[in-house]
C-alpha cells in the first residue's frame, strides 16, 4: 500500500491516502525515507527476487493474491496489482490448471447416514469432525485411487492412503488408520463422507461403531458441495501438483502426493484458514485450548 501511496502523491494528498488506507502518516514517511536509500529500479530488482523466491518456494502455483500475502507476512509492504504488474514483467504466473473428474459406486443397499455435518465445515475444535472421499490418478495406462481424511478444524490432511484397487480395506479403512495414528478423536466427532460403497460398507462401519466417540454423515444423494472441502482438496492437488506430471510406477506416484501433502499442511496459506497454513492454526487452536484449560 505504501508503493501505492508513493505512486499517487503527486495526484492526492498523502495525508488522504493514508486515511483512506488507514495507514499511520509516520509509517509511509518512514518507508519512504528507508526506500530512498536506493534507487527505483533497484528496489524493484528487490522486489522481484522476492516474488520470485515465494513463487518458487510454494511449487510455482501461487497466484499475485497469495504471494501479496506472503510478503505482508514477511514484513514488506507491497499492493497486490504490483505485485501483479512486476510478475508479468517477469514472465511468470501460476500454473495452468486442468479438468479432472472423480466418480463414487453409489450403487448399493448398503445403509445410509443422514447428512449429520450439515455443512458445518468449521469446527473450533482439532478431532471433531473430518472429512473423507476418494478420487482417480493416472499411472501409465491405469488408475490408482488416493483417499484423503481431513480434519476441518484446521484443514490438515490427517490420513490418506494410495491404492491400485478401490476395495475398502485398501481405500478408506487404511486413510483411516493412517488418522488415529496421526490425531485423537473427541466425543461427538462425526467423519464426514459421501455414500459411495467403501465408507457405507460393514468392514468400515463396524471400525466406526466400535470407536464409542464416533458416528458418520453422509452427503445427500447427487451433492457434491455437501462435501466441499474435500471436493476442493482433490481439486488443490490435481490442478497445483499430479496434473503437472506422468507417472510410469506406483513409487513416484506415492512419492509425489507424500512430498504435496507435506508442504500443503505446512507451508501452504489457505483463504479459508485467514491466510494461514494448517500448521499455524493447529498451533493457534492448541494454544487456546490450554488458556482454556489454565
Given at each position: 500500500?505504501y508503493?501505492?501511496?508513493?505512486s499517487?502523491?503527486?495526484?492526492?494528498?498523502?495525508?488522504?491516502?493514508?486515511?483512506v488506507?488507514?495507514?499511520?502518516r509516520?509509517?509511509?514517511?518512514?518507508?519512504?525515507?528507508?526506500?530512498?536509500?536506493?534507487?527505483p529500479?533497484s528496489r524493484k530488482?528487490?522486489?522481484?527476487?522476492?516474488?520470485?523466491?515465494?513463487?518458487?518456494?510454494?511449487?510455482?502455483?501461487?497466484?499475485?493474491?497469495?504471494?501479496?500475502?506472503?510478503?505482508?507476512?514477511?514484513?514488506?509492504?507491497?499492493?497486490?496489482?504490483y505485485?501483479?504488474?512486476?510478475?508479468?514483467?517477469?514472465g511468470i504466473?501460476?500454473?495452468?490448471?486442468?479438468?479432472?473428474?472423480?466418480?463414487?459406486?453409489?450403487?448399493?443397499?448398503n445403509?445410509?447416514a443422514?447428512?449429520?455435518?450439515?455443512?458445518?465445515?468449521?469446527?473450533?475444535?482439532?478431532?471433531?469432525?473430518?472429512?473423507s472421499?476418494?478420487?482417480?490418478?493416472?499411472?501409465?495406462?491405469?488408475?490408482a485411487?488416493?483417499?484423503?481424511i481431513?480434519?476441518?478444524?484446521?484443514r490438515?490432511?490427517?490420513?490418506?492412503?494410495?491404492?491400485?484397487?478401490?476395495?475398502?480395506?485398501?481405500?478408506?479403512?487404511a486413510?483411516?488408520?493412517?488418522?488415529?495414528?496421526?490425531?485423537?478423536i473427541?466425543?461427538?466427532?462425526?467423519?464426514?463422507?459421501?455414500r459411495?460403497?467403501?465408507?457405507?460398507?460393514?468392514?468400515?462401519?463396524?471400525?466406526?461403531?466400535?470407536?464409542?466417540?464416533?458416528?458418520?454423515?453422509?452427503?445427500?444423494?447427487?451433492n457434491?458441495?455437501?462435501?466441499?472441502?474435500?471436493?476442493?482438496?482433490?481439486?488443490?492437488?490435481?490442478?497445483?501438483?499430479?496434473?503437472?506430471?506422468?507417472?510410469?510406477t506406483y513409487?513416484?506416484?506415492?512419492?509425489?502426493?507424500?512430498?504435496?501433502?507435506?508442504?500443503?499442511n505446512?507451508?501452504?496459506?489457505?483463504?479459508?484458514?485467514?491466510y494461514?497454513?494448517?500448521?499455524?492454526?493447529?498451533?493457534?487452536?492448541?494454544?487456546?485450548?490450554?488458556?482454556?484449560?489454565?
Amino acid at each position: 500500500m505504501y508503493d501505492f501511496i508513493e505512486s499517487h502523491r503527486h495526484l492526492f494528498p498523502v495525508e488522504k491516502m493514508c486515511k483512506v488506507l488507514k495507514v499511520s502518516r509516520n509509517a509511509y514517511y518512514y518507508w519512504r525515507r528507508r526506500s530512498s536509500a536506493t534507487t527505483p529500479e533497484s528496489r524493484k530488482q528487490i522486489l522481484k527476487r522476492k516474488i520470485k523466491t515465494v513463487f518458487d518456494e510454494n511449487r510455482q502455483i501461487y497466484g499475485s493474491y497469495k504471494i501479496t500475502k506472503e510478503l505482508h507476512k514477511m514484513g514488506v509492504p507491497i499492493s497486490r496489482s504490483y505485485v501483479g504488474r512486476l510478475m508479468k514483467e517477469m514472465g511468470i504466473r501460476s500454473r495452468t490448471r486442468k479438468k479432472f473428474i472423480a466418480t463414487t459406486d453409489s450403487s448399493h443397499e448398503n445403509p445410509i447416514a443422514d447428512n449429520v455435518l450439515d455443512r458445518d465445515f468449521n469446527p473450533s475444535q482439532l478431532g471433531k469432525a473430518w472429512v473423507s472421499d476418494i478420487t482417480y490418478v493416472r499411472l501409465k495406462d491405469h488408475w490408482a485411487y488416493l483417499t484423503i481424511i481431513l480434519d476441518l478444524a484446521d484443514r490438515a490432511v490427517v490420513g490418506w492412503s494410495l491404492s491400485t484397487d478401490l476395495t475398502a480395506e485398501h481405500t478408506v479403512v487404511a486413510a483411516w488408520a493412517d488418522a488415529r495414528r496421526n490425531r485423537s478423536i473427541r466425543p461427538g466427532f462425526l467423519l464426514h463422507s459421501d455414500r459411495g460403497v467403501q465408507y457405507t460398507c460393514t468392514r468400515f462401519a463396524d471400525i466406526i461403531f466400535h470407536n464409542k466417540h464416533a458416528s458418520q454423515s453422509m452427503s445427500r444423494k447427487g451433492n457434491c458441495w455437501d462435501n466441499a472441502v474435500a471436493e476442493s482438496f482433490f481439486k488443490s492437488i490435481k490442478y497445483e501438483e499430479l496434473n503437472h506430471h506422468t507417472f510410469n510406477t506406483y513409487g513416484q506416484l506415492q512419492d509425489c502426493v507424500k512430498q504435496y501433502i507435506q508442504w500443503y499442511n505446512t507451508k501452504r496459506i489457505h483463504s479459508s484458514l485467514d491466510y494461514k497454513t494448517p500448521l499455524e492454526t493447529e498451533i493457534e487452536i492448541r494454544n487456546q485450548n490450554r488458556k482454556w484449560a489454565a
